[in-house]
């Protein structure tokens, strides 16, 4: 089953609406999505552990949006970084196959000796 709960905020945490109707509360983010399976388990008398249950908190203008978009960056800069590694243990590689020593693949790639070592022994 999958079940989509929205977070209001209020003076004292955050309501957990269900289907447009709040149905219980929280005082954290942090702790919504088990007191929502809590909630369902109790209404429904079952365990919710295989259930997908997704609380999305309702803020203000466009946040929600900015929080997503700010999170694939970090995603996407994760993704770059991996590949910019990829890339410079390739290059170091060919570098130091065309016989070129420690040294100079420091100096070429801009790094430490001692990253070169690292980038070729992998």
């Known amino acids: 089953m999958s ?3 929205t977070a209001k905020r209020w003076a004292h945490g955050w309501e957990l609406q269900h289907n447009g109707a709040t149905v ?6 942090h702790r919504a999505e088990q007191q929502a399976r809590d ?6 008398e ?3 552990s295989a259930d ?3 609380v999305v908190p309702q803020l203000e203008g466009d946040l929600l949006a900015e929080v997503a978009a700010a999170r694939d960056a970090v995603r996407a800069a994760a993704d770059a970084q991996v590949a910019a590694a990829r890339r ?3 290059v170091a590689g060919r570098l130091r196959g065309q016989g070129l020593s420690v040294s100079d ?3 070429v790639l801009g790094v430490s000796r001692g990253r070169v070592s690292q980038l070729t022994d992998v």
């Open 3 to 5: 079940y989509l709960f």
């Open 24 to 29: 219980t509360q929280v005082r954290t983010l």
């Open 39 to 44: 909630w369902i388990s109790t209404i429904e």
């Open 105 to 107: 693949t420091a100096h």
């Open 46 to 48: 079952r365990d919710t």
């Open 52 to 54: 997908q249950v997704e």
């Open 88 to 90: 410079m243990r390739a």
